[in-house]
């Protein structure tokens, strides 16, 4: 069953069991010039802010220690536990200013509930919905002169959980942190959006049945450096993953969805049958398109199905989607066998609406119809 299915009801207002974070404030935050500075050309995830929330498990006593403290360095005992073993799983999400200067995330309950999962097939403790909740809270609050005002900039949250007991023993770990860390964005594409070119791998495969492919952990994105590293020396930029039972059909990117167009107006996107991580953007855009009239499929794509339809126009255009760049054009499409290019290879009338209507949502431009936006501050 879907996770992401749209919430009946905005949840704008604080969980009512918030749980209280200790604040241990920063003794030596970053100086006001020096934050504006990084505040006004932000690098992804290059500069983080003064603090970090944190949340200990253990078997023995659960969840505990909930509090705020300095942004700094962990210090590992060599035989910890996800050092070895990648016991380890995280999110991504973002804060926006809105216009009257409140902040907002979207649809925040979707990605707590997706760590469930992660944590459930990793073996790692569930946090709770308002632990994940409240730590984000707790750490947009005190760090609220961090979320930058620029247009598309946001505060980009970075939710991570890993097994942290110092023991060799292969089994899940008694012990594990959970920590926020938070670092301002600014728009992704800088000038304008502009198309990738993508390689299409037949080589590697991303997750198989069975694995870990739905759920969010550093081992997925481990496995897909090799061939990125491999595209990108071909001149590509990112890598489209196959299925790893027959090497026919479209997955996802090492860290975004894939969706196709059609020149009838049509959408298609491969299905999550455990093998490709089920996006918020991915899901929150499907709601947009079908909305929008379009006739929306989940259905397996055929790499062969979408070659013939790219060569004679009946594919008018492909995009990737992702919490960091939204919608991504696919402006060109190759592999060892064949190279072609999208529509006229830039970004296709569909791709644009749509990311403009989910930008314009999350920066409250438009209407939350749907109740995607939460209220942090
Ligand atoms: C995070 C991720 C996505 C995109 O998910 P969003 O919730 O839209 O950010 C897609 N594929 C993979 C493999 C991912 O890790």
């Known amino acids: 069953m879907s996770t992401l299915a749209t919430p009946a009801t905005a949840q704008t207002t604080a969980p009512t069991s918030a749980p209280t974070f200790e604040v241990h404030a920063s003794a030596n935050p970053v100086p006001d010039d020096e934050r504006a500075a990084?505040?006004?050309?932000?690098?992804?995830?290059?500069?983080?802010t003064d603090h970090m929330t944190r949340i200990s498990w253990s078997q023995a006593d659960g969840w505990h220690g909930h509090r705020v403290e300095p942004y700094g360095p962990l210090q590992l005992d060599p035989a910890t536990a996800v050092l070895h073993y990648a016991q380890e799983i995280f999110e991504g999400l973002k804060a926006y200013r809105h216009a009257d200067g409140s902040v907002w995330s979207f649809r925040?309950?979707?990605?707590?509930?997706?760590?469930?999962?992660s944590a459930?097939?990793?073996?790692?403790?569930?946090l709770p919905q308002d632990d994940f909740l409240g730590a984000i809270r707790a750490l947009v609050g005190v760090d609220r002169a961090w979320v930058p005002t620029g247009e598309e900039t946001s505060l980009y949250l970075r939710p991570f959980m890993y097994a942290s007991e110092a023991f060799l023993g292969v089994r899940a770990s008694l012990e594990?942190?959970?920590?926020?860390?938070?670092s301002p964005?600014?728009?992704?594409f800088a000038g304008g959006v502009k198309p990738v070119?993508?390689?299409?791998?037949?080589?590697?495969?991303r997750a198989g049945a069975g694995g870990t492919g739905a759920a969010k952990c550093g081992g997925n994105y481990a496995a897909s450096l090799l061939p990125q590293q491999e595209a990108y020396a071909k001149g590509f930029e990112q890598v489209c993953f196959l299925d790893d039972r027959t090497g026919t059909q479209l997955e996802e990117l090492g860290g975004m969805n894939v969706v196709v167009v059609y020149a009838d107006g049509s959408v298609a996107t491969p299905p999550v049958s455990g093998t490709i991580l089920e996006g918020v953007t991915r899901s929150s855009i499907l709601r947009l398109l079908t909305d929008a009239g379009h006739e929306v499929a989940e259905r397996p794509i055929l790499l062969d199905e979408l070659r013939a339809g790219l060569a004679d126009g009946s594919v008018s255009e492909v995009f990737a989607c992702g919490t960091a760049a939204v919608m991504t054009p696919i402006g060109r499409l190759?592999?060892?066998?064949?190279?072609?290019?999208?529509?006229d290879g830039?970004?296709?009338?569909?791709?644009?609406r749509i990311r403009a209507e989910l930008t314009d949502i999350q920066y409250g431009r438009a209407a939350d119809r749907h109740g995607w936006l939460t209220r942090l501050l």
Not at 38 to 48: D, I, Q
Not at 185 to 188: A, L, Q, S
Not at 334 to 343: E, I, R, T, W, Y
Not at 346 to 352: H, K, S
């Open 197 to 205: 070119s993508i390689w299409v791998s037949r080589d590697y495969h």
């Open 108 to 117: 925040p309950e979707a990605n707590a509930a997706r760590f469930r999962q």
């Open 346 to 352: 830039q970004a296709g009338p569909v791709t644009t």
């Open 185 to 188: 964005v600014g728009p992704y």
């Open 120 to 126: 459930h097939r990793l073996a790692l403790p569930e």
């Open 176 to 182: 594990a942190e959970f920590l926020v860390i938070a």
């Open 334 to 343: 190759a592999s060892d066998d064949f190279d072609l290019v999208v529509g």
């Open 38 to 48: 990084a505040l006004a050309a932000p690098r992804f995830g290059t500069v983080f």
